[in-house]
């Protein structure tokens, strides 16, 4: 609840900002809504139900084998599924995706490897660690935002911005990637565009 209240007063803070000053292109409002919900998305990723899932996931470091095997069966593994998408940190995401205050369209943790410990909704892959949204920020060292696409498993227009994990000692725990909608504003970018 903590958490919802600061979201809140940080957006009304941003919006009245995104009024006095109209944006003109995809990249502007990329910048502004990354603002919006920096501070929601940097709190949570440290937040102690965050933080203590990351390291109990980085004990377990089944190995690449192991990783791959998963990851082959994801699709069809409704134990392994539950165990990421049914988990008290996987309900805070919900409850962030399901705000309309918010623009997220989908969030997930991933541990050092880039397995999945809790997402929503339900992403094609198990294993994130070959793709961008996970290596950026560990080539960088910091926060990554990366192109916006077509995300069929959100069903929107989205750019991942993506939030280095670290524990105490200064090691990489694990990476928070959050989808955010730009659907709307895409498709008014795009029809400009064409006129």
């Not at 609840?1 to 006095?20: E, G, P």
């Not at 989908?106 to 961008?132: H, R, S």
């Not at 939030?163 to 730009?182: A, F, N, R, S, Y």
């Amino acid at each position: 609840m903590k958490l919802f209240s600061i979201a809140l007063s940080l957006l009304l803070i941003y919006s009245n900002v995104l009024l006095a000053n109209p944006i003109e292109t995809e990249a502007e409002y990329k910048e502004a809504i990354v603002k919006q919900h920096r501070d929601l998305l940097v709190k949570f990723s440290q937040s102690k139900l965050v933080v203590s899932t990351l390291l109990a996931a980085n004990e377990k470091n089944v190995g690449i084998v192991t990783i791959m095997q998963l990851d082959a069966n994801w699709q069809l593994n409704r134990k392994l599924q539950k165990s990421v998408m049914q988990t008290s940190l996987t309900l805070q995401i919900i409850a962030f995706i399901k705000n309309p205050k918010f623009d997220i369209a989908e969030m997930m943790v991933l541990d050092k490897n880039g397995v999945l410990v809790a997402v929503f909704p339900k992403p094609t892959d198990y294993w994130q660690g070959d793709e961008d949204k996970f290596q950026q920020p560990i080539r960088i060292n910091g926060d990554y935002i990366g192109p916006t696409k077509w995300d069929s498993s959100a069903s929107t227009y989205q750019f991942f911005y993506c939030i280095l994990i670290k524990g105490e000692d200064q090691k990489v725990i694990g990476v928070l990637v959050t989808g955010l909608d730009v659907t709307k504003q895409y498709l008014e970018h795009q029809s400009t565009q064409n006129e």
